[in-house]
């Protein structure tokens, strides 16, 4: 069985950084996207940036690039969004999840979710 369980989330002052990690068990990950996602009070879940297990490419919402930067550690089977520059509106529930690398996929195993709240 899939886990994927998240840590790193909360409270911090708009200018501060986070960093948010997503620890993947029970099944291999070579040919998977990681991603991570968010979702704000009242709104959709919304991307925010992923990279491939095996090929390291990465892609980023626009609201944030240049401030959050997604990688991996292939040998503790995590990958982690380091988050600078924090703004209030990047408030939300963060959540990791996993998909094959295959145009059309869907992300299939997903983490529980971890809160972060920047204040003004």
């Known amino acids: 069985q899939v886990h994927m369980v998240e840590s790193g989330g909360g409270l911090v002052q708009a200018g501060g950084s986070l960093r948010l990690s997503c620890a993947a068990s029970?099944?291999?990950?070579?040919?998977?996207?990681m991603g991570w996602f968010r979702q704000a009070p009242g709104k959709q879940r919304e991307f925010v940036a992923h990279i491939g297990w095996s090929t390291s490419s990465t892609a980023y919402a626009d609201s944030v690039k240049g401030r959050f930067t997604i990688s991996k550690d292939n040998a503790k089977n995590t990958h982690y969004l380091q988050m600078n520059s924090l703004k209030p509106e990047d408030t939300a529930v963060y959540y990791c999840?996993?998909?094959?690398?295959?145009?059309?996929?869907?992300?299939?195993?997903w983490g529980q979710g971890t809160q972060v709240t920047v204040s003004s």
């Open positions: 029970g099944r291999t990950f070579g040919n998977y996207i």
């Open positions: 999840a996993a998909r094959l690398g295959r145009s059309g996929s869907a992300y299939e195993y």
